[in-house]
């Protein structure tokens, strides 16, 4: 199923307050699409819905919502509070966006650290689609779209980068997202499934990130706070690479997490707004995979052509630098 327009239809976006879902709230409004948008800062997604209302053609309504998709109850409130604002009963389109990072140790990160990253990636996306699925197949032509990650491809970040909470979440949503395609062609047929896979977008995932784990902004992290996200061993490892001095200060600490955050940022091959055109021209195409960046394509290709060598980095890297991308 294709979708020749946008227009006249109600979306809702998770993780709008910024990055990808932000830019996926202003696009879809200002092709005439009506948003509810969510995020876990209810001030970020505000200042979103605002601007995108503004910007929207006349009868578009775009609304923001204080959310944490990790927890079933305020995603049943989330879609409550939508139904009665827009006065509908039904959802075109479900873009599940909202994710964080963190957890990157199954044997050394905190327990709760982890299993809140996977909550966040992971149950966000299950219980929205749970939530929505019957407004889905209310509207007779809805479009589930899940955001996995290039990490829904390869479980790593690369040598000494263990990264598995996030990526454990991000395969889940993806197996989820391919499993349903048949079940929703078995039976809901009105409803079809696409699943999002970004390599590097330019986005504040490091901040947002550490604020979705109860943190403070980056400049007011406190030192026991430091020592918690950058461990002794991870300051080695950074100090022999040249990145941080061997007896680096708190406040050093605290603008290498900024630096780390506005390069992350700035500094990545796709910006989101970029990276939601992508998507958008994706679900209007009828894709069900939809490829975010030219890292992603190389990723995908490298690893389903030599899967064994997936975690042989050598390997894999130097497939990464000959591999040609469509």
């Known amino acids: 199923m294709t979708v020749d327009s946008f227009t006249g239809k109600l979306a809702v976006v998770t993780g709008g307050g910024s990055g990808m879902g932000r830019e996926l709230v202003r696009q879809l409004a200002a ?12 001030d970020a997604v505000a200042v979103t819905a605002a601007t995108a209302r503004a910007a929207a053609p006349p009868g578009v309504r775009v609304t923001g919502y204080a959310c944490d998709v ?7 409130r989330f879609r409550d509070e939508l139904l009665e604002e827009h006065g509908g009963d039904h959802v075109d389109l479900l873009f599940s966006n909202a994710g964080a990072g963190g957890g990157e140790s199954f044997v050394a990160s905190r327990r709760d650290v982890w299993e809140r990253t996977f909550a966040i990636d992971w149950w966000g996306v299950y219980y929205c689609a749970r939530v929505f699925l019957p407004l889905l197949i209310a509207s007779g032509d809805g479009v589930l779209v899940n955001t996995s990650s290039v990490n829904g491809l390869w479980a790593s970040l690369g040598p000494g980068m263990p990264n598995t909470a996030y990526s454990t979440a991000k395969f889940a949503v993806r197996g989820f997202s391919e499993a349903l395609i048949e079940d929703l062609r078995s039976n809901a047929p009105g409803v ?26 980056l400049e007011k992290l406190t030192g026991a706070q430091l020592e918690e996200l950058i461990p002794r061993e991870v300051r080695a490892k950074l100090a022999g690479a040249g990145l941080l001095a061997e007896d680096a200060s708190a ?37 069900w995979r939809i490829l975010v960046g030219e890292d992603a394509k190389k990723i995908d290709a490298a690893v389903r052509a030599k899967p064994e060598a997936a975690y042989d980095y050598a390997e894999l890297f130097s497939a990464l630098a000959e591999k040609p991308t469509d």
Do not use: W, Y
């Open 31 to 42: 092709q005439g699409c009506s948003v509810a948008a969510c995020d876990l800062n209810g």
């Open 70 to 76: 990790s927890e079933e109850a305020q995603v049943v």
């Open 192 to 217: 079809r499934v696409a699943v999002v896979m970004p390599g590097h977008v330019g986005t504040d995932i490091v901040a947002n990130s550490i604020r979705a784990h109860g943190l403070p902004e």
């Open 251 to 287: 406040d050093e600490l605290r603008q290498m997490l900024v630096r780390a955050n506005a390069d992350f940022r700035d500094k990545a091959p796709l910006s989101a707004a970029q990276a939601a055109t992508i998507i958008l021209d994706g679900v209007r195409s009828g894709a």
